[in-house]
């Protein structure tokens, strides 16, 4: 089974500034990486998939980089609305399909 | 417009049995990747299932013998049958599709609650 570590646990940070969220993982997944966006009370929405493709909809402030166990969620100049939780997934190794702990993103 | 809506979930007594039903509209249940996904509360996604066109299916080694997927292709229907219900199998269950890139689609969520 492949494992998803995501730091920081908690980002604090204020509307403006840059984001980066980090996702190792424990063995090569090569680019199938996807990052996900999550509100209290909501479903997961999928914002990056293969590391950097941003899914439709997705403002082009959110990045995505990153190959084989280190990839990076970039977001230039954060809005209001992005604070919110990140999970990353892997799925190059599968089953089973699994998930970063996750990222909080604070005010 | 695609959506998945998920339905069944309520408070059980450990060792009960569940069963969870996602009525899918806008797209076919019986093409791509058909899964439940799993969140605890105030934890994170866990996934517990999928079923992909052929029939074939696979678990998480959590679920492995107690749940199994399905899906009613005439209903366009996916399902969720929960039996040997655990107090940690205590989440909000939510079915989610994926195209071949990953989840895409997803329902509002069904909360399970096990407890005595």
């Known amino acids: 089974e492949i494992v998803l570590t995501q730091s920081p646990a908690t980002l604090s940070l204020s509307p403006g500034e840059r984001a980066t969220l980090s996702c190792r993982a424990s063995q090569s997944v090569r680019e199938f990486l996807v990052w996900y966006q999550q509100k209290p009370g909501q479903a997961p929405r999928l914002l990056m998939y293969d590391a950097s493709i941003r899914a439709t909809g997705i403002p082009a402030r959110f990045s995505g980089s990153g190959s084989g166990t280190d990839f990076t969620l970039t977001i230039s100049s954060l809005e209001p609305e992005d604070f919110a939780v990140y999970y990353c997934?892997?799925?190059?190794?599968?089953?089973?399909?699994?998930f970063g702990q996750g990222t909080r993103l604070e005010i | 417009e695609v959506q998945l809506v998920e339905s069944g979930g309520g408070l059980i007594q450990p060792g009960g049995s569940l069963r969870l039903s996602c009525v899918v509209s806008g797209l076919t249940v019986d093409t791509d990747y058909m899964s439940w996904v799993r969140q605890a509360p105030g934890e994170g996604l866990e996934w517990v299932s999928f079923?992909?066109?052929?029939?074939?299916?696979s678990y998480a080694d959590s679920v492995k013998g107690r749940f199994t997927i399905s899906r009613d292709n005439s209903r366009n229907t996916l399902y969720l049958q929960m039996n040997s219900l655990r107090v940690e199998d205590t989440a909000v269950y939510y079915c989610?599709?994926?195209?071949?890139?990953?989840?895409?689609?997803w329902g509002q969520g069904t909360l399970v609650t096990v407890s005595s």
């Open positions: 997934q892997q799925r190059n190794n599968w089953p089973p399909i699994t």
């Open positions: 079923t992909y066109s052929g029939g074939k299916s």
């Open positions: 989610a599709r994926d195209p071949g890139f990953g989840f895409l689609y």
